[in-house]
Nanobody, 126 residues
Framework: QVQLVESGGGLVQAGGSVRLSCAASVPTNDTYSIGWFRQAPGKEREFVAA????????RYAASAKGRFTLSRDKSKNTAYLQMNGLTPAATAVYYC???????????????????WGQGTQVTVST
């Protein structure tokens, strides 16, 4: 059974940075894709970034390119989302997701039915 635990959220001023962590308990012989998503108040959950847990290319949403970086520590089965230059528009609950589906599929959660973490709140103040 896959378990995901996010951490690292909090309150940050506009222009600041936050690094989120997603510790994944996954079977070691399986290749999982890891995705980061966010849901702002009153809005639908949206894709932010995704990659394979073991390494490989990373995909980003247009809003994340150039400011957000997904990285991973294979030895710890942990994925990170480094977010720089934050604006209030980034305020949301951030979720990580894991799926055996490939990266191009996990970016559409309706298609991959991933396992979700509990989410971590990021609030960007002006």
């Amino acid at each position: 059974q896959v378990q995901l635990v996010e951490s690292g959220g909090g309150l940050v001023q506009a222009g600041g940075s936050v690094r989120l962590s997603c510790a994944a308990s996954v079977p070691t012989n399986d290749t999982y894709s890891i995705g980061w998503f966010r849901q702002a108040p009153g809005k639908e959950r949206e894709f932010v970034a995704a990659s394979t847990l073991s390494g490989g290319s990373t995909r980003y949403a247009a809003s994340a390119k150039g400011r957000f970086t997904l990285s991973r520590d294979k030895s710890k089965n942990t994925a990170y989302l480094q977010m720089n230059g934050l604006t209030p528009a980034a305020t949301a609950v951030y979720y990580c997701a894991a799926s055996l589906a490939p990266v191009p599929v996990i970016i559409s959660p309706g298609a991959s039915s991933p396992c979700w973490g509990q989410g971590t709140q990021v609030t960007v103040s002006t």
